[in-house]
């Protein structure tokens, strides 16, 4: 079992580019988190996806920034005209319907907007 | 008021020293507690859940929970120079973890 799959590790975008991370799940989760840890802060909650399905995005900025997870391939988080700002550690969770257990996560793609 | 408070620290430590972390919340909807523990620059990894009041232990790891008070602890004995990390507090509410801002922990030999 791979865990949660994130790529790429480090991404280094210009301002004013598309960032595309792309996060597989756990073999048998069919729930995708994504949050966006900023230096020194904690872990901040952008967007909940099921398949096909966009659950709770409360976390995610109106404008620039999308999720999706298809039926087949891995979840998205898309980021258009990026800004220095955008610079953080971007980390996909994922867990199994009971997620009273808790999420399992990968190890991040850290976005550098230069 | 924040939903969640965590001491940043640092909090230095020797190595076998018991080490006491702890987060206060405020929503009462919250219904299962975590701890996470990561390393500089990997992902967090689960180290204990609960979601009674009440203490849960799981080798040298002790988490404790008291509803009542809106207050959780997570406790390390025999603390190791490899448990140096930032340890996150985490509540699940509403289908989504909620985390404190993390406090770092150094454990020196």
């Known amino acids: 079992n791979a865990g949660v799959m994130q790529n790429p590790r480090h991404l280094v975008r210009r301002r004013g580019q598309e960032a595309r991370l792309r996060c597989s799940p756990m073999?048998?989760?069919?729930?995708v988190y994504w949050y966006r840890q900023l230096p020194e802060e904690g872990l901040k909650f952008m967007v909940y996806?099921?398949?096909?399905?966009?659950?709770?995005e409360s976390g995610m900025p109106k404008e620039r920034f999308s999720a999706e997870f298809p039926k087949e391939g891995p979840s998205i988080l898309r980021i258009q005209q990026v800004v220095r700002g955008d610079s953080a550690a971007y980390f996909c969770?994922?867990?199994?319907?009971?997620?009273?257990?808790?999420?399992?996560f990968g190890s991040g793609t850290r976005l550098t907007v230069v | 008021q924040k939903e969640v408070e965590q001491d940043p620290g640092p909090l230095s430590v020797p190595e076998g020293a018991i080490v006491s972390l702890n987060c206060t919340y405020s929503?009462?909807?919250?219904?299962?507690f975590m701890w996470y523990r990561q390393y500089s620059r990997k992902g967090p990894e689960l180290l204990m859940y609960?979601?009674?009041?009440g203490n849960k232990e799981d080798g040298r790891f002790t988490a404790q929970v008291d509803k009542s008070s809106k207050y959780i602890s997570l406790f390390i004995r025999d603390s190791q120079p490899s448990d140096s990390a930032t340890y996150l507090c985490a509540f699940l509410g509403f289908q989504k973890l909620v985390f404190g801002t993390g406090t770092r922990l150094l454990v020196s030999p």
């Open positions: 929503n009462s909807a919250f219904q299962y």
């Open positions: 996806l099921q398949k096909e399905n966009i659950i709770d």
């Open positions: 073999k048998g989760h069919s729930h």
């Open positions: 609960t979601y009674s009041s």
């Open positions: 969770a994922s867990s199994t319907p009971e997620v009273n257990y808790g999420y399992t």
